[in-house]
């Protein structure tokens, strides 16, 4: 019995060893798959980086080989025109310098300084202005509603046809006019109202109409920040000063110095400019002026002289629109046609 037992013990034994055995070994055929695996993975990451680097190496050199053949291949068609540009940028850098020594010697050798306009004209122009602006007041209470008052000034106006009639081209020479905004900012209410009354392009902020005379009339706004070439400056034949519409709030423009002070500036600026490139310019300007006064009559009788408009140069003669919804699209339209008229025609009738 005894040596049952014993026997049966040491064969439980004996197995007991052989599954620890067999456990043992499976466990380090396990880690030996995984250690395999893990290499595998490693040298299989690494070889696929390598391809992968070795691909988009390959396609940017492909990549790069296409880009410089489209450049080369692009350098070479658009040289012709480069060198146009540059041959035209050169003429007219040499035409504005032969233009502007002319001017010098001109001026060095006349008797008399030409001025824009006599003093007197230009006060009677105040009075003008303030008569018309009471006159279309009146002409519309008899003939035009309120309510057709206000939609004319967002309806928009092709000036195009008002301007061409009275223009004098030369029969040689070119057939193109310009008229210029002027505004303080692109940004501006008063910009997008001209914008839209004007029927501008959004992108160029300018509107170009052809005639079937070969005559081409463009308007378009500009500010201080615009860049202006030679061509438009010799193109442009009148100027609307739009006079800024912001305020400081509660003030009169009867007692805002500030507000004056930075719109001569402004002109100044713009003469300046255009005078750098003609000293000898003379245009037209319509300022059109937006009032927040309670005095309106003394306002625009200032205008002149806060502006400093007997002092400058550049204009020949100006007109005054007082920018009021009743009266702005009749009033527009009157002042446009003599803007281009004046432009056509400048006589000086001062010395």
């Known amino acids: 019995m005894e040596r049952e037992l014993?026997?049966?013990?040491?064969?439980?034994?004996?197995?007991?060893?052989?599954?620890?055995?067999?456990?043992a070994e499976d466990r380090a055929a396990r880690l030996e798959f995984q250690r395999r695996q893990a290499l595998i993975n490693e040298l299989t990451h690494s070889l696929a980086q390598d391809v992968m680097e070795t691909v988009v190496i390959e396609e940017v050199k492909v990549a790069s080989m296409s880009t410089m053949y489209q450049s080369r291949k692009l350098k070479k068609k658009m040289e012709p025109y480069l060198d146009l540009a540059r041959t035209r940028i050169h003429r007219q850098r040499h035409l504005a310098s032969e233009r502007k020594y002319l001017h010098q010697l001109v001026d060095r050798f006349s008797k008399h300084r030409s001025k824009p306009s006599c003093k007197a004209i230009k006060q009677q122009r105040v009075r003008e202005s303030l008569y018309l602006e009471k006159r279309m007041v009146y002409e519309n209470l008899k003939r035009v509603s309120v309510q057709d008052s206000i939609a004319a000034v967002w309806q928009f106006e092709n000036y195009a046809q008002l301007?061409?009639?009275?223009?004098?081209?030369?029969?040689?020479?070119?057939?193109?006019?310009?008229?210029?905004?002027?505004?303080?900012?692109?940004?501006l209410e008063s910009?997008?109202?001209?914008?839209?009354?004007?029927?501008?392009?959004?992108?160029?902020?300018?509107?170009?109409?052809?005639?079937?005379?070969?005559s081409i009339i463009t308007l378009r706004t500009v500010s201080p920040q615009s860049c202006l070439y030679s061509k438009a400056i010799d193109e442009m034949g009148g100027i609307i000063f739009s006079l800024s519409e912001t305020r400081t709030p509660g003030t009169d423009d009867t007692n805002n110095p500030k507000y004056w002070r930075k719109e001569k500036e402004r002109l100044d600026q713009m003469t300046k400019q255009l005078l750098e490139y003609n000293p000898r310019i003379r245009i037209?300007?319509?300022?059109?002026?937006?009032?927040?006064?309670?005095?309106?009559?003394?306002?625009?009788?200032?205008?002149?002289?806060?502006?400093?408009l007997h002092d400058n140069l550049l204009?020949?003669?100006?007109?005054?629109?007082?920018?009021?919804?009743?009266?702005?699209?009749?009033r527009l339209?009157?002042?446009?046609?003599?803007?281009?008229?004046?432009?056509?025609n400048i006589i000086h009738t001062c010395t």
């Open 191 to 214: 910009t997008k109202w001209f914008a839209h009354k004007f029927g501008l392009d959004t992108e160029f902020g300018r509107r170009v109409e052809r005639s079937e005379d070969g």
């Open 6 to 23: 014993a026997a049966q013990k040491a064969a439980e034994a004996e197995a007991l060893k052989k599954r620890q055995q067999q456990e």
């Open 315 to 330: 204009i020949i003669d100006y007109h005054l629109i007082i920018m009021d919804p009743a009266t702005i699209a009749g």
């Open 284 to 308: 037209p300007i319509i300022i059109t002026y937006w009032p927040q006064t309670d005095y309106l009559e003394n306002a625009v009788q200032e205008i002149p002289n806060l502006l400093g």
């Open 163 to 187: 301007i061409h009639p009275v223009l004098q081209f030369s029969s040689s020479g070119p057939k193109e006019w310009q008229l210029w905004i002027h505004v303080e900012n692109l940004l």
């Open 333 to 344: 339209s009157e002042e446009i046609v003599w803007l281009a008229s004046t432009s056509s």
